[in-house]
């Protein structure tokens, strides 16, 4: 682990599942001078590669015991990709865990420190398929899709789980 994880005037923040499209985007627009910026992900090389003016560079068993007062904000964007491979059986599972477990750790590190927040990312797909063109479509409007779709049930369980937070 790598870390220099002293506490000043900056925000410190966690990115989890930097290494993604949304991840990558989110942390290059963050401004460093304000945040000191931890990247978690499975690979530390990929992390320092990426990432090399991070703060910390953490695998999840390094994010699992880091001192919880360490960040202000978590920023989660993990999840295995849904365009990497088909969607077999198998592949959904990997979707659904990868999502679950990464958020359950998050949420287990915000109930160690309260005054975490916690910003958790979902997807368009949330919002589903729906017949009536035009129709004004919240989160609680999830009886009014068109069907069931993969993607629509796997972000409504991602967000149960990221619900424990509060």
């Known amino acids: 682990m790598t870390t220099n994880m002293q506490k000043d005037s900056r925000t410190g923040l966690a990115i989890i599942g930097a290494t993604g499209l949304v991840g990558k985007a989110i942390y290059r627009i963050l401004d460093r001078e304000r945040y000191r910026i931890s990247v978690v992900g499975r690979s530390v090389d ?23 007062t ?49 910003v958790n990312a979902s997807a368009v797909s949330a919002y589903g398929f729906y017949t009536e063109q035009g129709l004004l479509f919240t ?20 967000e149960v789980a990221a619900l424990e937070a509060e």
């Open 70 to 118: 360490s960040y202000d904000a978590i920023v989660n964007m993990a999840g295995s990709n849904v365009s990497d491979t088909r969607w077999t059986a198998a592949y959904k599972q990997v979707m659904i865990d990868s999502r679950i477990n990464a958020t359950q750790m998050c949420v287990r590190k915000c109930a160690k420190n309260p005054q975490i927040h916690l």
């Open 46 to 68: 990929k992390l320092k590669s990426a990432f090399p003016e991070a703060e910390a560079h953490l695998t999840w068993a390094d994010f699992e015991s880091s001192n919880a």
């Open 139 to 158: 989160e609680d409007d999830r009886d009014k899709r068109n069907g069931p779709a993969f993607l629509q049930d796997l972000i409504d369980k991602w």
